[in-house]
């Protein structure tokens, strides 16, 4: 049968799926870090004089509006599409995190940073849950792994840039280069990004599903109960279904399970500078450590998809967990500084891939009309994690204890994320595509 120019420009807007949703996320990873990048030159007397309670303070408002942006968004995401919630998402963060290099203060940055983190808090399960509707079956966890990898290769660019764009241009900066990718990448999801093929067939528009999977070479998924009409009442509905008896426990334990995953992920990307300046290294060591903190995160998803496919996210992630708690405990003793160098990688290695197998996990178990809002309210739940480690780490650095307290701390959390993570359900019948 011949291929109509319609049909061909289709095939290939496909292709861009997995590539613009990965870089999406690499904007999510500049943000993951950029703030703990700049807190140490903001806390010199010259610069904002940053103190303890408002260092705490530009860590963790950006976070309240990430877990807004998380549950919020991961629900409109299922009402209006995935095409649509992601590509305001990227928009939105972009232009609020440009505005960030122009705050005259800590309070105008604060507010700055809880705006963008509206749109931030969106993106990650609205391009999870894409690129795993994209994906073949049975693949789930490592469509989902390698999508963050973009989150990890945008945290290191970021560190890498940190050394040698705030000691020379300034730390302003950094926020004007971590908003000029928009510029392409917003463009490009409008000319090129398909909507699911699972969310349109979860909102009645099958003939449209059918085309997109057939020609994609996906196997079409039908939702588990029908959308409702109107959007306030979709709203509500999707939220509740979470909490049937069929979800509540998966929607309960990945709750605790994600608190502990991102509490881990950004008590140490925004404080592992400064706890290892406190361990007396070096601030370019200490930026390096996070560097390489990122690179080891990168290779740890590579082999945790490939594991997850394998013996299940689930237990991928529970093993995962408990080797982060390990690694995590380890950081707290002192070593010559190739060791200290190793150590942090191999943590990278655990801490980032546990968290992002837990949304392999949801995004395999959940149906595609409550998906998204399942990865935006399992994100949610984890941003409030994100919020309360960094909190507890200033207390303890404040207290003058971040080292070698803050890593027994966290070594208790990745124990306990493991625990949690062990008792959810695996559902039959669902699959990600």
């Not at 963008?116 to 693949?139: D, H, K, Q, W, Y």
């Not at 093929?197 to 079409?220: F, P, Q």
């Not at 399992?378 to 404040?398: E, M, W």
Request: charged residues 10%; proline residues 4%.
């Amino acid at each position: 049968m011949e291929t109509t120019p319609v049909q061909t420009t289709a095939a290939r807007a496909a292709g861009w799926v997995a590539p613009l949703c990965w870089i999406a996320v690499l904007l999510d990873g500049f943000d993951l870090v950029v703030v703990g990048t700049v807190v140490p030159t903001l806390q010199e007397p010259d610069e904002w004089a940053l103190s303890g309670t408002g260092t705490t303070f530009v860590i963790t408002i950006g976070l309240v509006g990430m877990m807004i942006g998380a549950l919020t968004i991961g629900t409109l995401t299922d009402l209006i599409g995935r095409r649509r919630a992601l590509i305001g998402a990227v928009a939105a963060f972009s232009l609020l995190t440009l505005a960030c290099a122009f705050a005259p203060n800590e309070y105008v940055f604060g507010v700055l940073r809880f705006l963008a983190g509206l749109g931030l808090g969106g993106c990650l399960p609205t391009a999870i849950a894409m690129v795993n509707e994209f994906s073949r079956s049975g693949r789930s966890g490592r469509a989902t792994t390698t999508i963050m990898t973009g989150y990890h290769v945008g945290a290191v660019m970021t560190a890498a840039l940190a050394i040698v764009v705030i000691p020379n241009l300034g730390w302003q900066w950094m926020f004007v280069i971590g908003a000029l990718p928009a510029v392409v990448l917003v463009p490009l999801m409008i000319a090129r990004l398909p909507e699911s093929a699972s969310w349109l067939v979860a909102h009645g528009r099958r003939a449209e599903a059918e085309d997109v999977a057939r020609r994609h070479g996906l196997t079409l998924e039908d939702p588990a109960a029908p959308v409702a009409e109107h959007a306030g009442e979709g709203a509500a509905a999707t939220v509740r279904t979470l909490f049937t008896s069929g979800y509540v426990r998966n929607t309960v334990v990945i709750g605790v399970t994600s608190f502990m995953g991102l509490l881990l992920v950004y008590g140490l990307n925004n404080w592992l500078p400064t706890i290892m300046r406190e361990a007396e290294y070096e601030l370019g060591d200490a930026l390096a450590f996070l560097l390489v903190l990122n690179v080891g995160a990168i290779v740890g998803l590579l082999v945790a998809g490939t594991v997850a496919d394998r013996i299940g996210a689930r237990a991928a992630g529970v093993t995962w967990f408990a080797g982060a708690a390990v690694f995590l405990a380890l950081l707290s003793i002192r070593l010559p500084i190739g060791g200290i160098y190793a150590m942090v990688f191999l943590t990278g290695c655990f801490v980032f891939s546990a968290q992002v197998l837990v949304y392999a996990f949801v995004s395999a178990n959940h149906p595609p009309q409550v998906r998204a809002t399942a990865l935006g309210w399992s994100a949610g739940a984890g941003r409030i994690g994100a919020i309360v480690g960094p909190t507890i780490t200033g207390a303890l650095f404040a207290a003058g204890n971040a080292f070698p307290g803050g890593f027994y701390l966290f070594a208790v959390v990745g124990a306990l994320g493991a625990t949690a993570f062990s008792l959810a359900r695996r559902r039959d019948g669902v699959t990600a595509s």
